[in-house]
């Protein structure tokens, strides 16, 4: 018998395989428009009362919200209302990405969470990968209704942009201040 070896990639496999059976973890694969994402969703995995609720391609609204912060010791303290808001400086009408996050009853409050946004995008045969991490704090006083927030990215263009993978991942932190 030969010997084989196992690749790196072998290994993530296979670990991938075990932690997905070790958590019951259910696969998923989402089609929407031109865009195509896949991988493992496990419920313990993800905050409960903070979800991701959908992402499209878009543009810059008319009135430019306020930029997320990117500093874990000043978190943007989310409002008690649906709410907009930039990833980095925006131009009224660019082509943007979208993300529509929302915050159900039930959420603790004053709670720092670190939200990772990533895009690939391609304008004409130019591609271009925008990674960010920014900080959000929930309100001081329990909410009694859910909340929605659109968060936007900027491309920087006006027309070509086609978009080609996006992911946003959050975090619980475990204080005002102490992120991952």
Known sequence: MGRRILTAGHLALVGVVAAALVVG?????ITRSTETAGGVSSSTQFLVHWQQTGSESGTVPGRLPLQLSG???GPTVLPRANSRFLLNPGTRGHEAMEWLLSE??????????ELTFVVHYTVGTTA?????TFYVETQPIAITVTETYTVFFDTGHATGVTFDSQLQ????????????
Not at 104 to 113: Q, R
Not at 128 to 132: A, D, H, K, N, Q
């Open 104 to 113: 159900t009853v039930g959420m603790s409050v004053s709670t720092e969470m």
């Open 25 to 29: 973890a259910v696969s998923f694969h």
């Open 128 to 132: 271009t990968t925008f990674s960010g």
């Open 169 to 180: 991942i959050s975090q619980a932190c475990a204080a005002v201040g102490t992120c991952p």
């Open 71 to 73: 500093t874990v010791a």
